[in-house]
């Protein structure tokens, strides 16, 4: 029976393999296709598994680019204390910088670089849904290096592990639940500017690329309820499969690395997972990996050693060195592009910047109080967790634009101002960074503490105040960093929304923002966007990053 199970595993895993090999294929093709001034996009049923397709490639694709930058700058600021000092606050800026606003700009550069291929315009929509994914998890891994346990790098010391060692044995596997629930959120933020990202017009310029974002914008935009319910459809089913195949094995698998002295064994499945284990196929090839790297390991030298001691160091100098010459040069661009902005304007920009803060502040203090006492009966339940995890993901997932206009409508004729609206326009995309963030922490707080609390007979509050919220605090404040900047990333689709040929705005930064990309005014862009950076990185620097290293030295494990 269990070899018939195998059997069966494999023939699954092939015909798995195919059929995403023929889907790559046909997305490989469209993504070299030759340029075309505008596409039509068939709203017919049968195109949408295509259309489907193409978008889950361009999120995969951001992802496996935003995964290798969290790993190499999370490791980046954790190990070199003086590049520590630099890219964590520029990381904040970049966090804080509204790429959409740049979405433009983005899009004529990749097109004059590829001017007769699809090429630009693809890598335009997976740049913009790289910046949608990556902050999230890069602050995770730094985080969670950061305050990797100190026995465990004090055993790393006694047996005296490379830094590779250190990294492979200790460090990664510490991070690995922070950055599994950090991927899940990143890739549901990735979906939220979907529409945008595949059906970019510049006034009369349309740049639209073929996917589900461009399907659900031109049925919204025509109004044809039957195609937008099947574009809703389309987006649960690639949710689900992305839960199914990717997200839920993930999870399962990452619980081995919870740090446990004590506790009840883990009892969470995933059937896909115990098909990958059961394969013949991934047995063979999994020793095939092993054998590599013992072949790789045998071939250690003291040249080898040299060049692994100082390699990283130099190659760390030399990137702060380029990082300092591209910022640089972008100030200089940004300088130039100030230059024509009257003071009237930058008056009027203060004031827009001071009404989204209000509901920025607003969004997240409502977020957390949302997010921490679901996060944490998630986090904390096996029954809870099993039951609400896929709602939670297709939640998130879901690009919440698509809502948007049926929002406004019914604030509309419930007489609610869009200035409020907006504030539960951006609640449906930041909201999920909080909470997923919450169930991260609460899944990696050790079993022993839990036991003791329950041996002590703690009471409900006494075991929030003493146990659960100082287990959750820096998890809590990395969800509260990412869903500041998703909010203020979020005012400017929240507080300019279009429908039907319809505008419906409300005073605001993000809506002035918009406002200067639609008419072109590229200096009142800048100027926007400049406002925005420097009030979040001040934020960030003053407020959320005193709590983050406040949380390091006060509730981490390693305290």
């Keep these: 029976m269990k070899i018939h199970f195998r059997l069966l595993s494999d023939f699954f895993l092939i015909a798995l393999g195919a059929c995403l090999l023929a889907g790559w294929l046909s997305y490989w093709e469209q ?57 964590i606050p520029l990381l ?59 026995e465990k790098n004090e055993c790393a010391s006694s047996y005296r592990f490379s830094g590779w060692e250190r990294a492979k044995w200790i460090e990664l596997p510490f991070s690995m639940l922070s950055l599994v629930w ?18 970019f017009k510049l006034g009369d310029r349309d740049f639209r690329i073929p996917g589900l974002g461009s399907y659900m914008s031109v049925a919204a935009g025509k109004g044809d309820g039957m195609a937008m319910f099947y574009a809703i459809v389309a987006m649960f089913a690639l949710i689900l499969f992305l839960d199914q195949l990717l997200w839920r094995p993930l999870v399962v698998w990452s619980q081995k690395f919870r740090i446990e002295e004590t506790g009840p064994p883990i009892v969470s499945e995933s059937w896909f997972l115990n098909i990958l284990k059961s394969s013949y196929i991934i047995a063979l090839f999994r020793a095939s990996l092993y054998k590599l790297g013992q072949f790789m390991q045998n071939r250690k030298s003291k040249t080898r050693d040299f060049v692994r001691k100082w390699l990283p160091i130099a190659i760390s100098r030399i990137a702060l060195g380029t990082l ?20 009237e304007q930058w008056v009027h920009l203060f004031q827009m910047m001071f009404l989204t803060l209000g509901r920025v502040f607003v969004c997240v203090f409502i977020s957390t109080c949302l997010a921490l006492p679901l996060g944490l009966a998630v986090g904390l339940s096996e029954k809870w967790s099993r ?68 041996s002590f007979r703690f009471s409900r509050n006494n075991r929030f105040r003493w146990l659960y919220f100082p287990s959750l605090f820096p998890y809590l404040i990395t ?21 039907q040929d319809k505008v419906w705005t409300t005073p605001g930064l993000g809506s002035t923002i918009s406002l200067a990309a639609q008419n072109n005014d590229y200096s009142l862009l800048a ?15 003053q407020v959320w990053l005193r709590l983050y ?4 030295k006060r509730y981490a494990l390693n305290a």
């Design 31 to 87: 993504f070299f296709s030759p340029y075309q001034d505008k596409v039509d996009i068939d709203l017919s049923l049968l195109n949408l598994p295509r259309y489907t397709f193409y978008s889950l490639s361009r999120g995969l694709l951001a992802y496996f680019l935003s995964l290798l930058f969290s790993l190499v700058w999370g490791f980046w600021a954790a190990k070199d204390r003086i590049a520590e000092k630099a890219v």
């Design 92 to 150: 904040d800026v970049l966090q804080s910088i509204p790429f959409l606003g740049f979405l433009p700009g983005i899009i004529l550069l990749l097109i004059g670089f590829f001017q007769k291929r699809e090429v630009g315009l693809e890598l335009a929509a997976i740049f913009l849904i790289f910046t949608a994914q990556v902050w999230n998890m890069a602050f995770g891994v730094y985080h969670a290096i950061k305050t990797v346990p100190t």
């Design 182 to 199: 950090n991927s899940i959120m990143s890739m549901a933020g990735g979906w939220f500017f979907l529409m945008v990202n595949e059906s």
């Design 324 to 343: 300092a010459a591209l910022l640089m040069l972008a100030a200089y661009s940004i300088f130039r592009l100030l230059i024509p902005v009257r003071i």
């Design 387 to 454: 039951v609400l995890e896929p709602l939670m993901q297709i939640g998130a997932s879901f690009p919440a634009t698509l809502l948007f206009p049926i929002l406004v409508l019914a604030f509309k004729l419930a007489h609610i101002p869009l200035g409020i609206g907006s504030i539960i326009l951006m609640l449906m995309g930041t909201q999920w960074y909080i909470l997923f963030n919450v169930i991260a922490g609460a899944k990696a707080m050790p079993s022993d503490l839990r036991e003791v609390a329950s």
């Design 479 to 499: 969800g509260v960093i990412t869903a500041s900047a998703g909010a203020w990333n979020a005012s400017i689709v929240s507080e300019y929304v279009t429908y």
């Design 527 to 541: 100027a926007s966007i400049f406002v925005m950076v420097i009030v979040v990185a001040l934020l960030n620097l």
């Design 549 to 552: 290293h406040y949380s390091e």
